[in-house]
């Protein structure tokens, strides 16, 4: 049974930083890459982020040069470094991944950027 768990969100002020991170278990994890999305009231999942099974890093442009994805393939996780935030980045950030033709989704945790 496929799980992701996101955790890590918070309240933070605008030009802070936070680190999200998502454990992953019941699928051979390194053999699969994973996305981060994010999601505002009223709008759809977009992504922001992806990495290879292998560890190759893809940001949307919208958040390059403030965000990073990392995974560590021993601990089963993915994690997202998100620096100088804007109000424009509060939303639930889900973490996801795609198995054997099934999307998988963790139930989100919520990024408030405010002063």
């Known amino acids: 049974q496929v799980q992701l768990v996101e955790s890590g969100g918070g309240l933070v002020q605008p030009g802070g930083s936070l680190r999200l991170s998502c454990a992953a278990s019941?699928?051979?994890?390194?053999?699969?890459?994973m996305y981060w999305y994010r999601q505002t009231p009223g709008n759809q999942r977009r992504m922001v982020a992806r990495i290879s099974p292998g560890g190759i890093g893809t940001i949307v442009d919208s958040v390059k040069g403030r965000f990073a994805i990392s995974r560590d393939n021993a601990k089963n996780t993915i994690s997202l470094e998100m620096s100088r935030l804007d109000v424009e980045d509060t939303a639930v950030y889900y973490c996801?991944?795609?198995?054997?033709?099934?999307?998988?989704w963790g139930q989100g945790t919520r990024v408030t950027v405010s002063s």
């Open positions: 996801n991944t795609l198995v054997q033709g099934n999307n998988y």
């Open positions: 019941g699928f051979p994890f390194n053999f699969y890459a």
